[in-house]
């Protein structure tokens, strides 16, 4: 038998340059020069050490052909040279292993192939190919056994898969298919129908890798091929989870999971690991995907899913609402997608990334990436994926308002959708097209797209599809006042909805019952369909238990309680808008809290108390004032002993947040250098305007309850959207001066919070017993803090200061444990104003000195692993700790809300970047107030008074500017220590 005459020197090299791969021996790499550039070929085997196995088939195949070194190099240098043919030669080599009977070092040859294959850059395709296929001609007209051609012609296939020819790959594997019934290789026979099923898995026909994955399942169970089974039943499971088909894809990837565990097989179980993560993914199961995602990671050894497992642990974290998190998992997934051939998997990252950035409002990030999907996409040329990108891009434009880019994003998702053939996506699109025809007034065009949608969904059966049509059919059917046809696509949408047991779509349909009914004059009814409405989705959070989630949750039907409200005021029903809001308010902080707010069934509606029984807490001093921000007006409730006020503001939403922005901007708040240089160049003018414009929000916002206001001296505010970031304090009387001059302010996060509060203030404890945990400077680089470190002290028996390189997570997490009732931080921390989670505070690492300080950032999630069961009062000395995105309903996601969940009573936190000096001279004095007995909001409001006066007579600054008294508020939460 002769084999070709190239082999011998690719494999030499192969095995060379394989060792080469996975060693970091400079020397080695040394010899591999010298070697090959003398062409002294037996040199180099003996360098590399190769196994027994490969020597002796050297020897073997030396002794039976003899070729001349030159002819051999400059063939090599030719073919084989470049590293990116590293996975060819060892193809070879396992068919020249073939060739010896060396079965079991031919499978792991070519596994590592594969593998590297996997790697090669599309530059390498024509060559590689023509290799391939010129190997094969030759090895066919040799005399070489049949089953190595077979086992390279498989290989030829994958390559050609990895390539993106779908074509060429299920030629190839059509015809191994039927080269290997004609020797009966039935091994060989299963694979080549795995690899056809993979080509259609590629090309998203779904419905046909089911079908003949099961006449596949069929073969392999009457072969007795275990492992074929296992692989086969991930294969269909894996379809079904893309055909939505959730039950069936469960059951069949636990049947693959049960065969591998039981065979033992590593790999298997690996594949099945994922397979079941991402059905559980789908299903919404996020922990026991979570789970599976980590079995996998954990058998992976060769970190081969690793680009797969970072893609779907992005996804679960941006389920949960950890955008941080799956930021990072994403773009790493990328960057290590980006290494391979692998587009489709590339581009799915992307839009991720793309849905990551929409959810936190980044849409020019979000576009940017969408488009990096889409020209993956054109690449390969797989044009419904092209489709998928374009409508993502056609949502990405709507959102921006730039409505006719969206427009023909849509169009062109809809020609490239018709010419795949992908009916399902094609219908999504027209539902999109047809929300943006409504939202540019175009009724008749858009009422077109629906009824095409509705047709095209019914004959397909995709009733999620058909719903949704039905209803947006019902909301333009309403505005036309064709209240029959209204009721009969609602019961339409509600028939699908019960049929599929879609919460969403039960919702949509209450929610658009109660529109029909505010059109018909039916408020009393509307009000009836809204609480049904909002039953559903009360059932749905009770299930949610992560906080990101229930945070996310209620943000997405906030407008739902904003029709609640509205239909309630305009009944008259004024305590029944207000429990409306509270409904709708900061349930996610309510449920971290515990279920001593709800009722038996768990519903929240009782978690705020009566305006009765809140009456008979307050104060006759105190006044509770509760904002809700309308799309169209600004509502607010006002509460003393003795009165109940509702009022409706003609305040938009959109002119309040103008309105509020500018005045942060003015004060310093959000463009502090900005801020500066204007102080600098004309501080009187800074303070007129902040000034002015604090004077016309107060008109807006606290004129209107002036009367009631009067005879009060306490004002606790339940804030609203924008407002939370608002320094009510600052804002200026009719009579010229700072809110803050006329009425202790505090910030509650709802009526619940703020009942409870009251009542923990009950338990005043004596200040004496008050045990301080100090933590300050970790960087050594704040010299106001030495002065704030001696007041404090000053105050204090009871302490424990951790200062500079004693500031470290562990001791302070050993202190608090120890116990602590006030527990102070001076330190650097860093809001992210998008993701929550990102935000952290720079502490001392564990190796850092005094003299050589050294910091690590203490991200927000891990602070609470802090105990505090016995601290009632959290003071943040350090930039923006009150400042972060703000979720409708929740309110303002920041660090300050990390020590409210865990249920301290009092937290003072900045809203912006504080000025160090007179941060630490308010810190000094309000702690001297709070020594003197008053409790906290009061020694607050002291302080500030203190730094008004103290600006006033500054000789630089000459005025009392905000931006340096202002900028800690005081925040009332439910309480499980005494609060002070």
Same mark, same amino acid.
């Given at each position: 038998m002769?084999?070709?005459?190239f082999?011998?020197?690719?494999?030499?090299?192969?095995?060379?340059?394989?060792?080469?791969?996975?060693?970091?021996?400079?020397?080695?790499i +040394?010899?591999?020069?010298?070697?090959?550039?003398?062409?002294?070929?037996?040199?180099?085997?003996?360098?590399?050490?190769?196994?027994?196995?490969?020597?002796?088939?050297?020897?073997?195949?030396?002794?039976k052909?003899?070729?001349?070194?030159?002819?051999?190099?400059?063939?090599?240098?030719?073919?084989?040279?470049?590293?990116?043919?590293?996975?060819?030669r060892?193809?070879?080599? =396992?068919?020249?292993?073939? +060739?010896?009977a060396?079965?079991?070092?031919?499978?792991?040859?070519?596994?590592?192939?594969?593998?590297?294959?996997?790697?090669?850059?599309?530059?390498?395709?024509?060559?590689l190919?023509?290799?391939?296929?010129? &190997?094969?001609?030759?090895?066919?007209?040799?005399?070489?056994?049949k089953?190595?051609?077979?086992?390279?012609?498989?290989?030829?296939?994958?390559?050609?898969?990895?390539f993106?020819?779908?074509a060429?790959?299920?030629?190839?594997?059509?015809?191994?298919?039927?080269?290997?019934?004609?020797?009966g290789?039935?091994?060989?026979?299963?694979?080549?129908?795995?690899?056809?099923?993979d080509?259609?898995?590629?090309q998203?026909?779904?419905?046909?890798?089911?079908?003949?994955?099961?006449?596949?399942?069929?073969? =392999?169970?009457?072969?007795?091929?275990?492992?074929?089974?296992?692989q086969?039943?991930?294969?269909?499971?894996?379809?079904?989870?893309?055909?939505?088909?959730?039950?069936?894809?469960?059951?069949?990837?636990?049947?693959?999971?049960?065969?591998?565990?039981?065979?033992?097989d590593?790999?298997?179980?690996?594949?099945?690991? &994922?397979?079941?993560?991402?059905?559980?993914?789908?299903?919404?199961?996020?922990?026991?995907?979570?789970?599976?995602?980590?079995?996998?990671? /954990?058998?992976?050894?060769?970190?081969?899913?690793?680009?797969?497992?970072?893609?779907?642990?992005?996804?679960?974290?941006?389920?949960?609402?950890?955008?941080?998190?799956?930021?990072?998992?994403?773009?790493?997934?990328?960057?290590?997608?980006e290494?391979?051939?692998?587009s489709?998997?590339?581009?799915?990252?992307?839009?991720?990334?793309?849905?990551?950035?929409?959810?936190?409002?980044?849409?020019?990030?979000?576009?940017?990436?969408?488009?990096?999907?889409?020209?993956?996409?054109?690449?390969?040329?797989?044009?419904?994926?092209?489709?998928?990108?374009?409508?993502?891009?056609?949502?990405?434009?709507?959102?921006?308002?730039?409505?006719?880019?969206?427009?023909?994003?849509?169009?062109?998702?809809?020609?490239?959708?018709?010419a795949?053939?992908?009916?399902?996506?094609?219908?999504?699109?027209?539902?999109?097209?047809? *929300?943006?025809?409504?939202?540019?007034?175009?009724?008749?065009?858009?009422?077109?797209? &629906?009824h095409?949608?509705?047709r095209?969904?019914?004959?397909?059966?995709?009733?999620? +599809?058909?719903?949704s049509?039905?209803?947006?059919?019902?909301?333009?059917?309403?505005?036309?006042?064709?209240?029959?046809?209204?009721?009969?696509?609602?019961?339409?949408?509600?028939?699908?909805?019960?049929?599929?047991?879609?919460?969403?779509?039960?919702?949509?349909?209450?929610?658009q019952?109660?529109?029909?009914?505010?059109?018909?004059?039916?408020?009393?009814?509307?009000?009836?369909?809204? *609480?049904?409405?909002?039953?559903?989705?009360?059932k749905?959070?009770?299930?949610?238990?992560?906080?990101?989630?229930?945070?996310?949750?209620?943000?997405?039907?906030?407008?739902?309680?904003?029709?609640?409200?509205?239909?309630?005021?305009e009944?008259?029903?004024?305590?029944?808008?207000l429990?409306?809001?509270e409904?709708?308010?900061?349930?996610?902080?309510?449920?971290?809290?515990?279920?001593?707010?709800?009722?038996?069934?768990?519903?929240?509606?009782?978690?705020?108390?009566?305006?009765?029984?809140?009456?008979?807490?307050?104060?006759?001093?105190?006044?509770?004032?509760?904002?809700?921000?309308?799309?169209?007006?600004?509502?607010?409730?006002?509460?003393?002993?003795?009165?109940f006020?509702?009022?409706?503001?003609?305040?938009?939403?959109?002119?309040?947040?103008?309105?509020?922005?500018?005045?942060?901007?003015?004060?310093?708040?959000?463009?502090?250098?900005?801020?500066?240089?204007?102080v600098?160049?004309?501080?009187?003018?800074?303070?007129?305007?902040?000034?002015?414009?604090?004077?016309?929000?107060?008109?807006?916002?606290?004129?209107p309850?002036?009367?009631?206001?009067?005879?009060?001296?306490?004002?606790?505010?339940?804030?609203?959207?924008?407002?939370?970031?608002?320094?009510?304090?600052?804002?200026?009387?009719?009579?010229?001066?700072?809110?803050?001059?006329?009425?202790?302010?505090?910030?509650?996060?709802? !009526?619940?919070?703020?009942?409870?509060?009251?009542?923990?203030?009950?338990?005043?404890?004596?200040?004496?017993?008050?045990? !301080?945990?100090?933590?300050?400077?970790?960087?050594g680089?704040?010299?106001?803090?030495?002065?704030?470190?001696?007041?404090?002290?000053?105050? &204090?028996?009871?302490?424990?200061?951790?200062?500079?390189?004693?500031?470290?997570?562990?001791?302070?997490?050993?202190?608090?444990?120890?116990?602590?009732?006030?527990?102070?931080?001076?330190?650097?921390?860093?809001?992210?104003?998008?993701?929550?989670?990102?935000?952290?505070?720079?502490?001392?690492?564990?190796?850092?000195?005094?003299?050589?300080?050294?910091? *690590?950032?203490?991200? =927000?999630?891990?602070?609470?692993?802090?105990?505090?069961?016995?601290?009632?009062?959290?003071?943040?000395?350090g930039?923006?700790?009150?400042s972060?995105?703000?979720?409708?309903?929740e309110?303002a996601?920041?660090?300050? /809300?990390l020590?409210?969940?865990?249920?301290v009573?009092?937290?003072?936190?900045?809203?912006?970047?504080?000025?160090?000096?007179?941060s630490?001279?308010?810190v000094?004095?309000f702690?001297?107030?709070?020594?003197?007995?008053?409790?906290?909001?009061?020694?607050?409001?002291? =302080?500030?008074?203190?730094?008004?006066?103290?600006?006033?007579d500054d000789?630089?600054?000459?005025?009392?500017?905000?931006?340096?008294?202002?900028?800690?508020?005081?925040?009332?939460?439910?309480?499980?220590?005494?609060? +002070?």
């Open positions: 002769r084999f070709p005459n082999i011998l020197l690719p494999l030499v090299l192969a095995t060379v340059l394989f060792t080469l791969v996975c060693t970091d021996s400079g020397e080695q +040394g010899a591999l020069r010298t070697f090959t550039v003398q062409q002294d070929w037996q040199a180099a085997l003996q360098a590399f050490a190769l196994d027994s196995t490969d020597t002796r088939l050297v020897q073997t195949w030396s002794r052909h003899g070729e001349p070194a030159d002819t051999l190099s400059a063939w090599l240098q030719k073919n084989y040279w470049p590293m990116q043919s590293l996975g060819l060892l193809a070879e080599q =396992a068919i020249l292993q073939l +060739g010896f060396s079965n079991g070092a031919a499978q792991g040859k070519l596994d590592t192939a594969n593998a590297i294959a996997q790697d090669l850059g599309t530059a390498c395709r024509d060559s190919l023509i290799s391939l296929s010129s &190997f094969i001609s030759t090895l066919n007209a040799d005399t070489k056994p089953r190595a051609v077979l086992t390279l012609q498989r290989l030829h296939a994958r390559t050609l898969l990895e993106n020819d779908y060429g790959a299920a030629l190839a594997y059509q015809g191994l298919r039927n080269e290997a019934r004609a020797v290789d039935a091994i060989l026979e299963i694979h080549a129908e795995q690899g056809v099923l080509v259609w898995a590629q998203d026909r779904y419905e046909q890798v089911v079908a003949h994955g099961h006449t596949l399942l069929a073969l =392999a169970q009457r072969r007795g091929y275990y492992w074929a089974q296992a086969t039943l991930n294969i269909i499971a894996d379809a079904y989870r893309v055909l939505e088909r959730d039950s069936l894809a469960l059951l069949y990837a636990q049947q693959a999971f049960a065969i591998a565990q039981h065979l033992g590593r790999l298997t179980l690996r594949d099945s690991d &994922f397979y079941r993560a991402r059905i559980l993914y789908r299903m919404d199961h996020l922990q026991e995907a979570g789970r599976a995602l980590q079995e996998m990671r /954990r058998r992976d050894r060769e970190a081969e899913y690793l680009p797969d497992a970072l893609l779907l642990e992005g996804q679960l974290h941006q389920e949960q609402g950890e955008y941080g998190l799956a930021q990072m998992d994403l773009e790493q997934s990328a960057r290590l997608f290494q391979l051939p692998h489709a998997n590339s581009a799915a990252v992307y839009s991720n990334l793309s849905l990551l950035h929409v959810e936190t409002g980044d849409y020019e990030r979000a576009m940017s990436d969408e488009r990096k999907a889409y020209a993956l996409h054109e690449s390969e040329r797989n044009e419904s994926r092209m489709a998928r990108s374009a409508m993502n891009l056609g949502f990405i434009y709507a959102k921006m308002d730039s409505l006719d880019a969206a427009q023909a994003a849509y169009d062109q998702a809809l020609v490239l959708y018709r795949s053939g992908e009916r399902r996506g094609r219908i999504e699109t027209l539902l999109l097209q047809g *929300e943006l025809l409504l939202k540019r007034g175009q009724l008749p065009e858009a009422e077109h797209v &629906f095409e949608a509705a095209d969904a019914e004959a397909l059966g995709f009733a999620y +599809g058909h719903a049509a039905c209803l947006n059919l019902a909301k333009l059917a309403v505005q036309q006042n064709l209240f029959s046809v209204t009721d009969s696509l609602l019961m339409v949408a509600e028939q699908i909805a019960e049929k599929i047991n879609s919460p969403t779509l039960k919702t949509l349909a209450q929610w019952r109660a529109g029909l009914a505010r059109r018909q004059a039916q408020p009393v009814l509307a009000l009836a369909y809204l *609480e049904q409405a909002l039953a559903i989705q009360e749905v959070f009770s299930s949610i238990t992560r906080d990101s989630l229930r945070v996310s949750f209620f943000a997405t039907v906030q407008d739902l309680f904003d029709e609640a409200i509205t239909v309630a005021l009944l008259g029903e004024h305590e029944r808008a429990s409306w809001s409904r709708g308010r900061a349930r996610a902080l309510l449920e971290a809290w515990g279920k001593e707010f709800a009722d038996s069934s768990g519903v929240l509606l009782e978690k705020s108390p009566s305006v009765k029984t809140l009456q008979s807490a307050l104060p006759r001093t105190a006044r509770v004032v509760e904002y809700r921000v309308l799309p169209k007006a600004l509502v607010v409730w006002l509460i003393s002993s003795q009165e006020i509702t009022l409706q503001l003609p305040i938009t939403r959109r002119t309040l947040e103008d309105s509020t922005k500018k005045y942060l901007q003015s004060l310093g708040a959000t463009d502090l250098p900005d801020f500066r240089q204007r600098v160049t004309n501080s009187a003018a800074v303070y007129q305007d902040n000034r002015g414009r604090g004077r016309e929000l107060y008109d807006e916002l606290l004129l309850l002036a009367p009631a206001l009067t005879g009060g001296n306490e004002i606790y505010l339940i804030a609203d959207g924008i407002l939370h970031q608002l320094p009510f304090g600052a804002l200026v009387t009719t009579q010229n001066r700072f809110v803050e001059e006329e009425y202790v302010l505090v910030k509650a996060p709802s !009526l619940a919070a703020l009942y409870q509060g009251f009542l923990a203030q009950r338990r005043t404890p004596q200040f004496a017993n008050n045990r !301080l945990l100090y933590v300050g400077n970790p960087a680089d704040l010299p106001a803090a030495r002065e704030e470190e001696a007041s404090l002290a000053a105050h &204090f028996a009871r302490k424990k200061v951790l200062t500079q390189s004693r500031a470290r997570f562990d001791t302070i997490a050993t202190s608090l444990h120890e116990g602590a009732e006030i527990f102070h931080l001076s330190l650097h921390a860093v809001a992210d104003p998008q993701r929550a989670l990102n935000s952290y505070l720079e502490l001392s690492r564990a190796d850092a000195t005094d003299l050589r300080p050294s910091l *690590e950032r203490i991200y =927000a999630r891990r602070l609470l692993e802090w105990e505090l069961s016995q601290t009632w009062l959290v003071l943040l000395n930039c923006e700790t009150a972060g995105k703000i979720v409708r309903g309110g996601l920041n660090i300050a /809300r020590f409210a969940l865990q249920r009573s009092v937290v003072i936190a900045s809203l912006w970047q504080n000025d160090d000096r007179w630490v001279a308010l000094t004095a702690y001297r107030h709070l020594a003197a007995g008053v409790n906290a909001q009061t020694a607050l409001h002291l =302080a500030k008074l203190e730094m008004i006066r103290k600006l006033a000789a630089s600054l000459k005025y009392p500017l905000p931006y340096f008294w202002a900028v800690f508020e005081l925040y009332l939460n439910c309480a499980t220590a005494p609060s +002070g």
